[in-house]
């Protein structure tokens, strides 16, 4: 990154001018080879260790990439392209009466591409990229982005005891360059891959089905395409706050814009019905067979999605060296893709719905915390040892809601035939409608431990039994819609400082990380790796005469994991030399 930043500071009277630029400008080289090894996918355990075996079963999908040699001349190729971003302002602080102090600007930012991806004339030219008007090649030009703030400070008295302080205004921010850049590694040039899920090459035949993929033409393989599509916008944001500091201190904040991402290459072919002939049940079956292509993930914008935070903080100091704080914050974010992985096909496939191919279901972000509180306790002693030496001790408490996931289902059959499994939101039925769905026996090693009615009554069960679920009947849960229990997290920090004849500062620090942990193993639990619990396996598919399609479940006997890192306590020791 190479970056460069000018300001200018005028001083005139009542009003302080800035005028100034801040440009960035990034080479980068991404190394992401996915299935490099290969990929395969087995229904279940026993399958995959039937493996060499007299059991064996052919698995359920294999994939792998591999670069194009004799494009690259590198079998770890990686694409690298040049971007930046230009950016310009000016602000003027006026100082309106004793007071009142106003701020109010301009930015405009100006994000760029100095390379473009190489161009693939087969899907440029495929009937899908006419049809939705993209190629593969396309980045965002160079457009100007205005983000116009202003915002204000009032001292309520004379010594500022009181102040009330807010603002409001659009921010660019640093652009995502690295959705982006999936443009780059995933335009079916450079790289060969495919993804076969029929009549799937075995253990036996893994070195020739490499060959075949390196050897064959990338469109006869299905790889992956990523899009941008041409009306794409950088992402901006909307911000407001509003305070009374030292008081009750808030913030308002709320998202203007976002981005979500579509697959081209499925369309919707019939209906599935989660509760036959139930239309209130009903979803998009999809169908990928006729694409030449196994993914063309477009990167679209979209303007639903906000969040929201109040809070209040208060603070004490006292002139022996403790100071005391403790804060509580409420508010909520919803999205229609939280953006969480650095791949264009994972953010689409990972992104639970209802229709998991549609233009955006508004829920709540995985990053959604309703209420927070926090409790800082600290002091820190006088010097001591004819002032050579100070102690700090410090300990934060940090409790929260748990972390946010989604009621889903396992898939042994695409429940929507989109060619992913598992990414589909659960539909919660009344109880006329659990008599109507569709369920099967459990069998384990060939004995049956489930007949269809038991799992039907442990379904039922688990939905008197979930809080959400019990009070959503009749309907598909929403994507994030169960939070864990509540997380609590305290942390002791200890550290002794070292005066050095005015020159330098020797610290030493100790840390214990969720010590509750260390008192009790069933204390400070953590659970911010699930993302999703479901309740139903979908273990097989029924098309009927009308060609919608009905699942027969199984039930999966849900269970919540903690984090097993974060959920024991740390410690660290530390070393500091400051000037």
């Known amino acids: 990154i190479f970056s460069l930043t000018?300001?200018?500071?005028?001083?005139?009277?009542?009003?302080?001018?800035?005028?100034?630029?801040?440009?960035?400008?990034?080479?980068?080289?991404?190394?992401?080879?996915?299935?490099?090894?290969?990929?395969?996918?087995?229904?279940?355990?026993?399958?995959?260790?039937?493996?060499?075996?007299?059991?064996?079963?052919?698995?359920?999908?294999?994939?792998?990439?591999?670069?194009?040699?004799?494009?690259?001349?590198?079998?770890?190729?990686?694409?690298?392209?040049?971007?930046?971003?230009?950016?310009?302002?000016?602000?003027?602080?006026?100082?309106?009466?004793?007071?009142?102090?106003?701020?109010?600007?301009?930015?405009?930012?100006?994000?760029?591409?100095?390379?473009?991806?190489?161009?693939?004339?087969?899907?440029?030219?495929?009937?899908?990229?006419?049809?939705?008007?993209?190629?593969?090649?396309?980045?965002?030009?160079?457009?100007?982005?205005?983000?116009?703030?202003?915002?204000?400070?009032?001292?309520?008295?004379?010594?500022?005891?009181?102040?009330?302080?807010?603002?409001?205004?659009?921010?660019?921010?640093?652009?995502?360059?690295?959705?982006?850049?999936?443009?780059?590694?995933?335009?079916?040039?450079?790289?060969?891959?495919?993804?076969?899920?029929?009549?799937?090459?075995?253990?036996?035949?893994?070195?020739?089905?490499?060959?075949?993929?390196?050897?064959?033409?990338?469109?006869?393989?299905?790889?992956?395409?990523?899009?941008?599509?041409?009306?794409?916008?950088?992402?901006?944001?909307?911000?407001?706050?509003?305070?009374?500091?030292?008081?009750?201190?808030?913030?308002?904040?709320?998202?203007?814009?976002?981005?979500?991402?579509?697959?081209?290459?499925?369309?919707?072919?019939?209906?599935?019905?989660?509760?036959?002939?139930?239309?209130?049940?009903?979803?998009?079956?999809?169908?990928?067979?006729?694409?030449?292509?196994?993914?063309?993930?477009?990167?679209?914008?979209?303007?639903?999605?906000?969040?929201?935070?109040?809070?209040?903080?208060?603070?004490?100091?006292?002139?022996f060296g403790l100071d005391l704080a403790a804060s509580y914050t409420f508010g909520h974010s919803k999205s229609v893709n939280d953006g969480t992985s650095s791949v264009a096909y994972s953010n689409w496939k990972y992104n639970y719905s209802r229709d998991t191919n549609g233009k955006g279901e508004l829920g709540y972000s995985k990053f959604d915390i309703p209420h927070r509180v926090m409790v800082r306790v600290g002091w820190t002693s006088p010097k001591y040892l004819n002032g050579w030496t100070s102690t700090q001790i410090g300990i934060v408490y940090n409790g929260s809601n748990g972390g946010r996931y989604s009621l889903s289902m396992n898939e042994s059959e695409d429940f929507n035939g989109d060619g992913q499994k598992g990414n589909n939101l659960l539909y919660i039925p009344t109880k006329n409608e659990l008599a109507l769905m569709n369920f099967t026996q459990t069998v384990v090693k060939g004995k049956v431990i489930m007949d269809a009615d038991q799992n039907r009554a442990a379904f039922q069960k688990w939905i008197e039994g979930d809080n959400y679920a019990k009070n959503h009947r009749g309907q598909y849960a929403e994507r994030n819609s169960n939070m864990t229990e509540w997380e609590h997290q305290i942390d002791l920090h200890f550290g002794q400082k070292i005066y050095w004849k005015n020159i330098c500062n020797f610290e030493f620090t100790f840390d214990i990380m969720n010590f509750a942990n260390c008192l009790n193993k069933k204390w400070g639990a953590q659970y911010s790796n699930v993302y999703n619990v479901s309740p139903l396996m979908v273990s097989k598919m029924t098309k009927g005469a009308d060609g919608n399609y009905t699942p027969v479940y199984q039930y999966n006997n849900p269970r919540l994991t903690k984090n097993d890192i974060l959920s024991r306590w740390h410690m660290q020791l530390g070393f500091r030399v400051s000037f």
């Open 6 to 319: 000018d300001n200018l500071t005028l001083a005139l009277g009542n009003h302080t001018l800035t005028f100034g630029t801040h440009n960035e400008l990034f080479r980068m080289r991404n190394l992401y080879l996915t299935n490099y090894y290969g990929n395969y996918e087995y229904s279940t355990l026993d399958d995959f260790l039937a493996i060499g075996t007299a059991n064996e079963v052919a698995p359920k999908s294999y994939g792998y990439s591999a670069a194009d040699v004799s494009r690259t001349g590198d079998a770890r190729w990686a694409p690298r392209f040049r971007a930046g971003q230009l950016g310009f302002y000016a602000q003027d602080e006026w100082k309106a009466t004793d007071h009142l102090r106003l701020t109010y600007g301009l930015r405009v930012d100006m994000p760029f591409f100095l390379d473009r991806p190489t161009a693939n004339p087969d899907f440029n030219s495929s009937a899908v990229a006419k049809e939705y008007g993209v190629t593969n090649n396309y980045l965002p030009p160079i457009r100007p982005l205005f983000s116009p703030r202003v915002g204000f400070r009032y001292d309520v008295d004379a010594d500022s005891r009181y102040v009330i302080r807010g603002g409001t205004g659009i921010f660019t921010g640093r652009v995502p360059f690295v959705w982006l850049s999936n443009a780059f590694n995933s335009n079916g040039v450079e790289m060969k891959s495919t993804t076969i899920s029929k009549s799937v090459p075995g253990m036996n035949n893994y070195q020739q089905a490499l060959t075949d993929v390196v050897n064959s033409s990338a469109t006869s393989q299905k790889p992956d395409i990523a899009v941008v599509s041409k009306k794409f916008k950088y992402p901006q944001v909307f911000r407001s706050n509003l305070a009374l500091e030292h008081t009750l201190p808030g913030d308002v904040k709320m998202t203007l814009e976002a981005v979500f991402f579509e697959n081209l290459a499925i369309n919707q072919v019939a209906k599935t019905y989660a509760v036959p002939g139930n239309e209130n049940s009903a979803a998009p079956y999809y169908n990928s067979e006729k694409s030449d292509y196994y993914s063309i993930i477009n990167l679209k914008n979209t303007n639903r999605g906000y969040s929201y935070a109040l809070s209040a903080l208060f603070e004490k100091t006292f002139n």
